[in-house]
């Protein structure tokens, strides 16, 4: 379903559920939707730890679930599996970004030479073949899970970093 901004007005859309590939701008994008909507931004990589394995989901899902208590907030990053059953029931909208596989990659390899960024040049390799099976892999999943957790929460496609200046900017002028 692509939505159009228009029809949402700024009250409804407190808390905002931002997906996408790495290296899509998830997160650069949902610090600036925070911004303009006062409200927390919520980064799930920040929550899970490098060195956590299967068996510390519990205390994941815990501090997911707690972040996500407030009355307002920007919740970035994907983690389908592990907490669509958590936020999506109290999200107003999902903002999908949809960005080309190149520009992904070519984004997660610079920003590992970032200061003071969390993700290493070390883990490269997986990240990138994350992004490469992403549309065959990891989408389908997303999609399966957003389905089963959230089928009536409007998502919002946005394709283009025009259409990511658009959006912001129309939320400036409401």
Same mark, same amino acid.
């Given at each position: ?26 997160? +650069? %994008? ?5 911004? *303009? ?6 980064? !799930?990589?920040? @929550? &899970?730890?490098? $060195? ?59 920003? +590992? %030479? ?5 993700? *290493? ?6 990240? !990138?073949?994350? @992004? &490469?099976?992403? $549309? ?39």
């Amino acid at each position: 379903m692509i939505l159009e901004i228009s029809k949402f007005p700024p009250m409804s859309m407190r808390r905002i559920m931002v997906l996408g590939c790495a290296g899509a701008g998830k997160t +650069t %994008f949902a610090h600036r939707l925070g911004q *303009r909507l006062t409200a927390a931004v919520i980064c !799930l990589d920040g @929550i &899970w730890r490098p $060195d956590w394995d299967g068996g510390d989901l519990a205390e994941f899902r815990a501090l997911v679930a707690e972040e996500h208590q407030r009355d307002a907030w920007i919740s970035d990053g994907n983690f389908a599996r592990a907490t669509f059953d958590l936020r999506l029931p109290n999200a107003d909208m999902i903002v999908w970004l949809e960005r080309p596989t190149i520009p992904c990659a070519w984004r997660a390899v610079t920003r +590992t %030479f970032w200061r003071g960024e969390a993700h *290493r040049f070390r883990d490269i390799m997986k990240v !990138l073949r994350y @992004i &490469w099976s992403f $549309d065959r892999v990891n989408r389908p999943l997303i999609e399966a899970q957003r389905v089963a957790h959230g089928p009536d929460v409007p998502v919002l496609h946005v394709r283009s970093k025009a259409e990511t200046e658009r959006f912001l900017l129309e939320l400036e002028v409401r």
